[in-house]
């Protein structure tokens, strides 16, 4: 069984470091995933408006250039009279020149809207009455650029040699293809670059996650040393803020876990001292007994009186640690039920009086109101008696306890005070520790088994309550203890 339980372990400390390597390696890769996601989009964003502007100037400029030189030839058509004589052959040639030089077409619409010259042959002799055509005679040039179709029209007027009026109309179809061809270019390059990009963009991300995760992976590599050597080593890493508050969480964590393992250890230690001391002086006594052949009757019962007495002390520290251990537990219930606190405290003096006649300490109770308040009776009354007792078992000859009772709209207040010796100032941030003694000696004699204030914190903290202590050597001491007047599970 054993054996298993260990492969177990092992098997599961694998399992947990593998899922800690897939957590890492899914931070790495979301990281990556951004960087990449970062990088080229913005990276092809940019490419496309660059492309897409250098082809609109690539257009405008081709626009231009055609422009200009469709002027020219429209100024030769205007000075040869060509709408009136279209037999020029410089003219001719002039224009099918211009059409091959743009792959388009030319066309001469004269002022009757007829066609007298068409580089293609096809419409000369027909009228053409367009938009483009009807805005020339008004004395009004165009320009239009079909990208689905890859033409630009151009409609220019012609005018008169005296420049007067519009004697006709020039149109020029002009392609687009070795423009096109230059953008598809473009394109391609512009592709070739975009995977280049990408792949410069890929490889600086892959390696920049890894750098942004290597913090992490100390800090994992950290972690698995600790499970390794539990409460041994603190981990240290600055290389973020985010990395250096995880280690700062968890060493402050550690911290607390070796104080507790420490308290656990001395608190393991007093067990065994506290419940092996009663169980020694019985060993000696009955030593002693057993020793003496001859030993008087008195002595018999003196020895079995002292037996009786340790017996008893072993069943108060057992009963003790028990109360301790039932209160430690998360599953504890309280059966809470709605008590008059009035009536509890004068229960719990009047019980304790005979323990107080004993050294004429005087018990007084001091009510400000009634208060009903919603608490686990056996439990509450225990924490008073533990506080009320140790008033009078550490208090001199002829003192005082004094125990006030008072509340407010959200909590009741109970105050245990006394004029007795008081708690020095370096032992009061101990006295709630299990075990804890101020003076050894005389809480011996006074019969504690330096649980007693242990359980009492744990019973006010069970009821979400607060208790606070304020003393001064060879003045006195005061508890204050706050409970809610609705218990909230």
């Given at each position: 069984?054993y054996?298993r339980?260990?492969?177990?372990a092992?098997f599961s400390k694998g399992k ?7 957590r ?7 990281w990556?995933l951004?960087l990449?996601?970062i990088?080229c ?5 940019v490419?496309r408006?660059v492309?897409?502007?250098a082809?609109?100037?690539e ?13 020219i030839?429209?100024?030769q058509v205007?000075k040869s ?13 002039e224009?099918v ?7 388009g ?7 009757s ?7 293609y042959?096809i419409d ?10 009807l805005?020339?005679f008004s004395g009004?040039?165009?320009v239009?650029?079909?990208r ?7 409609a220019?007027?012609?005018y ?20 096109r061809?230059?953008?598809e270019t ?10 280049i ?5 890929v490889?600086a991300?892959?390696a920049?996650s890894?750098w942004?995760?290597?913090p992490?992976?100390r800090i ?7 499970t390794e050597?539990?409460?041994e080593?603190?981990?240290e890493?600055s290389g973020y803020a985010?990395?250096r508050a ?9 911290k ?9 250890q001395?608190?393991?230690s007093?067990v065994s ?5 009663p ?6 006594l009955a ?6 052949e001859d030993?008087p ?7 079995m009186a002292?037996?009786?007495e340790e017996?008893?002390r072993e ?5 003790d640690?028990?109360t301790?251990?039932?209160?430690d537990?998360?599953?504890?219930e309280?059966?809470v039920?709605?008590?008059n606190?009035n009536e509890l405290?004068?229960?719990?003096l ?5 323990i107080?006649r004993q050294?004429?300490?005087?018990l007084?109770?001091e009510?400000?109101?009634?208060v009903?308040a ?5 439990k509450?009354?225990?924490a008073?008696?533990?506080l009320?007792?140790n008033a009078?078992k550490y ?5 005082w306890?004094k125990?006030s009772?008072?509340?407010?709209h ?7 005070a006394?004029n007795?010796?008081?708690i020095p100032?370096e032992a009061?941030?101990h006295v709630?520790?299990?075990f ?9 004699e ?17 009821h ?22 609705i218990y909230?599970a």
């Amino acid at each position: 069984m054993y054996i298993r339980n260990g492969a177990l372990a092992i098997f599961s400390k694998g399992k947990k470091r593998e899922n800690k390597t897939r957590r890492f390696k899914s931070l790495r890769l979301i990281w990556f995933l951004l960087l990449v996601f970062i990088g080229c989009i913005p990276v092809m964003v940019v490419n496309r408006i660059v492309l897409a502007a250098a082809a609109s100037n690539e257009i405008q400029s081709r626009i231009t250039r055609i422009q200009n030189q469709w002027l020219i030839v429209a100024n030769q058509v205007s000075k040869s009279g060509y709408v009136d004589n279209p037999q020029n052959e410089a003219i001719d040639a002039e224009l099918v020149q211009m059409a091959n030089l743009q792959d388009g077409r030319v066309i001469v619409v004269n002022r009757s809207f007829r066609t007298i010259r068409d580089t293609y042959e096809i419409d000369t002799g027909k009228y053409n009455i367009s938009e483009s055509v009807l805005q020339c005679f008004s004395g009004q040039a165009s320009v239009n650029y079909y990208r689905e179709s890859g033409y630009i029209d151009f409609a220019q007027p012609i005018y008169s040699s005296d420049s007067q009026e519009v004697v006709g109309v020039m149109l020029l179809s002009a392609s687009t293809a070795s423009s096109r061809a230059l953008e598809e270019t473009m394109e391609d390059r512009m592709r070739l670059l975009e995977i280049i990009e990408f792949v410069i963009i890929v490889i600086a991300s892959a390696a920049l996650s890894s750098w942004m995760v290597r913090p992490f992976k100390r800090i994992a590599a950290a972690l698995t040393r600790a499970t390794e050597n539990p409460l041994e080593e603190d981990i240290e890493d600055s290389g973020y803020a985010e990395t250096r508050a995880i280690s700062e969480a968890y060493n402050k964590t550690l911290k607390r876990l070796r104080q507790l393992d420490d308290s656990r250890q001395q608190f393991v230690s007093n067990v065994s001292h506290e419940l092996k001391t009663p169980i020694t002086s019985i060993r000696v006594l009955a030593d002693s007994l057993m020793s003496q052949e001859d030993a008087p009757v008195e002595l018999y019962r003196e020895f079995m009186a002292d037996i009786s007495e340790e017996i008893d002390r072993e069943s108060q520290i057992i009963e003790d640690l028990l109360t301790l251990v039932r209160l430690d537990k998360s599953s504890t219930e309280l059966n809470v039920t709605q008590i008059n606190i009035n009536e509890l405290l004068e229960g719990t003096l009047k019980r304790l009086r005979p323990i107080a006649r004993q050294k004429n300490v005087e018990l007084i109770l001091e009510s400000f109101r009634p208060v009903l308040a919603e608490v686990d009776k056996t439990k509450f009354t225990l924490a008073i008696s533990n506080l009320v007792e140790n008033a009078i078992k550490y208090n001199d000859q002829d003192g005082w306890v004094k125990v006030s009772l008072n509340a407010d709209h959200k909590f009741f207040y109970v105050k245990v005070a006394d004029n007795g010796i008081g708690i020095p100032e370096e032992a009061q941030e101990h006295v709630f520790e299990r075990f804890y003694r101020v003076d050894k000696a005389r809480s011996r004699e006074a019969g504690g088994t330096g649980l007693g204030l242990a359980i009492t914190r744990s019973i006010v903290y069970s009821h979400h309550g607060a208790i606070k202590l304020y003393s001064r050597e060879n003045e006195g001491t005061t508890f204050t203890v706050r409970i809610p007047l609705i218990y909230i599970a």
